[in-house]
């Protein structure tokens, strides 16, 4: 079964410090996502990415985040400048577009640990 | 989009069905019921969508009432492994597929004993 592949599973980085988190999406997906879970919390949306573009964000992405589609297979969420409230599991998902369609496909997650 | 209401826990033993109501009272003519399964330390999983009545897949039944205002999520005979949390969602998909509207409240925690 196809699926959205994440890397690193965990990644510890000291504050301040530049992060990229890296997603493998599914290779007929359209719709790139990325979201967090502060631990013990639920899953917040951060972005959706369409067309090599984003589509929406949430009040949660500012100017600290930024997300890109290098090649054909890669979605990269960067923080800039990391924060200890950073620390969160980070998922990426993907999906296709579809009128009655509301399936994302998650990846197992980043968790990134700010110190 | 609507707000979702849904227990926080509960608990159910191995073979029994297990079901989770969730209410959306403000569910707009265009939105979806969609259930997500989240295991401990991994990404949430589709589990089932509808729109009104009773949708069936391999793992779940979803019922909807006419005025679809709640919706139940019904798991028939649960074992160890359908330990997990549980999120009710309301979604707009539209033209583009955009998930961005997928918004997770804090699901319903259900623990499967032996």
């Known amino acids: 079964e196809p699926e959205v592949t994440q890397t690193p599973s965990h990644q510890v980085t000291q504050m301040g410090q530049e992060v990229i988190l890296r997603c493998v999406p599914i290779?007929?997906?359209?719709?790139f996502y990325w979201y967090r879970q502060i631990l013990g919390q639920k899953v917040e949306f951060l972005v959706s990415?369409?067309?090599?573009?984003?589509?929406?964000k949430s009040e949660i992405f500012d100017d600290q985040f930024s997300v890109e589609r290098p090649d054909g297979s890669n979605f990269t969420l960067k923080i800039r400048s990391t924060k200890l409230e950073d620390s969160a599991m980070y998922f990426c998902?993907?999906?296709?577009?579809?009128?009655?369609?509301?399936?994302?496909?998650f990846g197992q997650g980043t968790r990134l640990t700010v110190v | 989009l609507a707000k979702t209401t849904q227990p926080i826990s509960m608990d159910s033993y191995e073979g029994q069905e297990v079901n989770i109501t969730c209410s959306h009272n403000n569910i707009a003519t265009n939105d979806y019921i969609t259930w997500y399964q989240q295991f401990p330390s991994q990404g949430p999983r589709f589990i089932i969508q509808g729109y009104k009545t009773k949708v069936t897949n391999e793992v779940a039944s979803l019922f909807i009432p006419a005025d679809r205002k709640s919706s139940t999520l019904s798991l028939p005979r649960v074992s160890l492994s359908d330990t997990a949390v549980y999120y009710c969602l309301v979604a707009r998909p539209d033209y583009g597929g955009s998930q961005g509207n997928l918004i997770f409240g804090k699901g319903t925690k259900l623990s499967v004993k032996p």
């Open positions: 998902a993907s999906s296709v577009p579809g009128r009655v369609n509301t399936e994302a496909f």
């Open positions: 290779s007929n997906h359209l719709y």
């Open positions: 990415f369409y067309n090599n573009e984003i589509s929406e």
